[in-house]
């Protein structure tokens, strides 16, 4: 899970001073572990967090007790604080509070039994199909633009809706196979080679149009790469010759969505979903669906897509033998008959 970045206005204007075990904890984070100096920052205004509460309460860090958690987490949900906020400020909390018991200071994890108050899972928003092959299929007026930035732009969105990647997956797509490669599109049997989530790796079909938009691109890609440039090997490159970021990608596509003419802008992960969405729809396939995201568990493919109850149910009434049609082929539904009472 992701935080936003908080603004200036967020932060504690005048922060008490780290308890001693905190301040050697953000140590161990920052120094041992390595963290990223922004999740060192959130975990500090976690802690900070709990070390009032404890303060408050009149409870030293190391004498916290689940009872005690159970009712701060209370108060922060009653005071607006999302299931999702809780979730990972208890994190933040768990993680301290293995490392106490690591360096012998609490017998055990008060935060390991406790959990935040369940949070609504809104569905990922998708478009439509209309509105995909808008988007996918969006020109500039003659005369405006760049055509090698179209070319790679068009590239980038087609891929995206073509094949369900993640901003991540796209992004580290090379040019042309190699040891290295952390992925990339085998133009000649049609397939795209990722490495995904937990490094695991899959392929995908890709489809005629992303095909002829990656033609087109690469028949430019070269008036901006450079050889031995940090971007040598990236599919998609700036026009410096780096690898696209991630970052870089998300903000290409919401401008290319607005241009498009869409209401809402679009980012990446939203044509991935549109991607599960319409195949979903169309065949029917949930485990087709779940081997072309790269899901581990059938359960993310059914909460990541959206099918309406009236489609399953009109899939089920056709094809299951205990359906009220009968469902099978060719047989004729035997209707049982009120029993006698």
């Known amino acids: 899970m992701t935080r936003t970045p908080l603004a200036a206005s967020q932060l504690p204007p005048a922060a008490p001073a780290l308890h001693p075990l905190v301040a050697r904890y953000l140590t161990h984070v920052r120094v041992e572990k390595r963290l990223a100096q922004r999740t060192v920052e959130l975990y500090t205004l976690d802690l900070q967090k709990l070390q009032a509460s404890a303060d408050k309460a009149g409870v030293a860090l190391t004498e916290v007790r689940s009872t005690h958690l159970r009712r701060w987490v209370a108060q922060m949900h009653s005071g607006g604080r999302s299931g999702r906020g809780i979730a990972l400020i208890l994190s933040g ?5 293995t490392w106490l018991g690591r360096e012998g200071l609490v017998s055990g994890n008060p935060v390991q039994d406790v959990r935040a108050p369940k949070a609504a899972k809104p569905l990922p928003k998708a478009l439509s199909v209309d509105e995909a092959v808008q ?3 969006y020109q500039p007026p003659s005369g405006q633009g760049d055509p090698q930035l179209e070319a790679r732009d068009r590239c980038i969105t087609e891929l995206l809706y073509g094949c369900g990647l993640r901003i991540g997956e796209l992004a580290g797509l090379d ?13 000649d049997a049609a397939e795209a080679h990722v490495l995904g989530k937990g490094s695991k790796r899959r392929s995908v079909p890709v489809g005629s149009k992303a095909l002829q938009a990656l033609q087109r691109w690469l028949a430019v890609r070269g008036n901006w790469a450079r050889e031995g440039g940090p971007g040598e090997n990236a599919l998609f490159i700036s026009q410096r010759g780096t690898r696209l970021t991630p970052q870089h990608i ?9 241009q498009a003419g869409l209401a809402t802008p679009v980012h990446p992960h939203m044509l991935r979903h549109s991607y599960a969405s319409h195949l979903l729809q169309s065949s029917g396939d949930l485990r087709a669906v779940q ?5 581990a568990s059938i359960t993310s493919t059914q909460v990541y897509t959206r099918l309406d ?4 149910a009109k899939v089920y009434d ?3 033998p205990r359906a009220l049609s009968g469902g099978l082929p060719g047989k004729v539904p035997v209707k049982a008959s009120n029993p006698k009472i």
């Open 250 to 258: 998300r903000v290409r596509l919401k401008q290319r969505s607005l």
């Open 291 to 295: 081997e072309l995201l790269g899901h």
């Open 318 to 320: 056709a094809a299951h």
């Open 135 to 137: 988007l996918a299929s």
């Open 93 to 97: 909390w768990r993680g301290f509070y």
């Open 175 to 187: 040019a042309r196979a190699s040891a290295q490669a952390r992925g990339w599109v085998d133009l």
């Open 309 to 312: 109850f009236q489609h399953l």
